[in-house]
């Protein structure tokens, strides 16, 4: 059975969590493909929460092979961490499998990452320090250190050494700051190996495996569209691939292992960090958007930057991940509040109309935002299970979403456990929809 991507469609934090976590159920495999610690999924099952960052969501169910495939980059404490956390809390973790050749994430990393971020002042990019960047550079320039250079000691101690003649050199002679000593970095992560050496194997036969005996996977993306290195908004983008194109390079299989590509949007938009973002509320109308939807950093708890939903996004991502459905998510305690919404529906930029994403970043960077203004709903809809439950105000807005997207909604998100979910059939994506 060819398997499911699940992507998140606009600036991360659409709530792919919770949609991992309810499409896992059945599963028999959740691949995590791409990015490292710098992403959080938050999961909300009865009156717990996990917040997990490098952990599939599969983990959570026992049944379920949990794979960090070799497209992520890997922070051996925050994994540990995790899997400590999880087990305290009852549950295992022995079904984990982690690809020897995803990138560990080193001390230097993480430091360089914080002195650039730093030296950039007012030009940041807004990363969250993690080392996620500097990992994926090392990557690129075949310097990095894979999961597998730790159960082998000459080696790992080999790559250290060269990796540090530069690094160190960055660190002293441009930041001032001291250098990192071998010994201090090859003993701390030597024991992180003792922990994780039973777990280290080669995903990609595995995962192919699993797909060709029929059974279900689940490629549980990270981040969102708008972030992805090659087709976001760079330079304020994170350094992997998230889209659904991602999953090819980052869990080891082809296009055609994909049947299903679900698209994850926030009913509204958010995005956390710096860069342009032409629908954005930045006055009390985004405040009060912030502080209903409780709109808040899983991994760093920075507020998020909150905005009206954005067709023109939504187009871009539709197509570029040749999406089959969409999951629309939080369309409950924000939109529900006021009295008219709003959505996207073009830019204009010095007399030009662009309905489709703009060729050239200086024109996203200042774009206005032409917007459709539709009727609110203002009453709790948490409960609705079924279409006909929606007020036809709440109807009419998703309608309108997909009508502009061009891809069918199939299920949409009124509460942050997995139940309080209403399912919307629609066999066939409608036309495009011809713009006001």
Not at 48 to 71: A, E, M, Q, W
Not at 199 to 216: C, E, F, M, N, Y
Request: glycine share 10%; net charge negative; hydrophobic share 35%.
């Amino acid at each position: 059975m060819p398997g499911i991507a699940l992507v998140g469609t606009q600036w991360g934090d659409e709530g792919k969590g919770k949609v991992t976590h309810l499409m896992a159920d059945g599963m028999d495999m959740v691949v995590r493909y791409s990015g490292g610690n710098n992403a959080g999924h938050t999961v909300i099952v009865g009156n717990d929460t996990f917040k997990l960052h490098l952990l599939p969501v599969g983990i959570l169910y026992p049944n379920i092979t949990s794979v960090i495939g070799p497209g992520v980059v890997v922070d051996p404490a925050v994994l540990l961490d995790e899997m400590d956390a999880l087990e305290e809390r009852g549950i295992s973790t022995e079904r984990l499998l982690i690809s020897g050749n995803a990138h560990l994430i080193m001390p230097y990393h993480r430091e360089l990452d914080r002195l650039s971020e730093r030296r950039l002042g007012k030009y940041k990019l807004g990363t969250t320090k993690r080392g996620i960047g500097p990992a994926y550079a090392d990557k690129a320039t075949r310097i990095g250190i894979r999961v597998q250079d730790v159960v082998d000691q000459k080696i790992f101690v080999q790559k250290i050494e060269t990796a540090l003649h530069e690094k160190n050199q960055i660190l002293t002679k441009i930041y001032g700051r001291l250098p990192m000593k071998l010994n201090q970095i090859v003993e701390e992560y030597l024991g992180y190996a003792d922990r994780i050496e039973k777990r280290i194997v080669d995903t990609t036969p595995v995962i192919h495996a699993a797909l060709d005996a029929g059974k279900s996977v689940l490629f549980e993306g990270a981040q969102g569209t708008m972030l992805d290195v090659d087709h976001g908004t760079y330079p304020f983008v994170t350094s992997s691939n998230p889209i659904a194109g991602g999953v090819c390079a980052g869990a080891g299989v082809g296009p055609r292992a994909l049947d299903r590509i679900i698209g994850v949007a926030k009913a509204f938009v958010t995005r956390v960090g710096e860069g342009p973002f032409p629908s954005e509320e930045a006055g009390e109308v985004g405040e009060r958007m912030r502080r209903l939807g409780n709109e808040y950093g899983a991994t760093t708890n920075r507020p998020r930057r909150c905005g009206w939903f954005d067709a023109v996004i939504g187009r871009y991502a539709a197509s570029l991940n040749s999406l089959t459905e969409m999951f629309l998510t939080k369309l409950d305690t924000v939109l529900s509040d006021f009295e008219t919404v709003k959505i996207c529906v073009a830019y204009e930029f010095e007399g030009d109309r662009f309905e489709d994403f703009p060729p050239h970043q200086t024109i996203f960077h200042k774009a206005t935002p032409v917007y459709e203004e539709l009727p609110g709903w203002r009453t709790d809809i948490g409960g609705a299970r079924k279409w006909s439950d929606l007020p036809k105000e709440a109807q009419r807005y998703v309608e309108r979403i997909e009508e502009l997207v061009s891809v069918p909604i199939t299920q949409i998100s009124v509460g942050p456990e997995a139940t309080e979910t209403v399912t919307r059939l629609t066999s066939t994506p409608p036309p495009r929809a011809q713009q006001a």
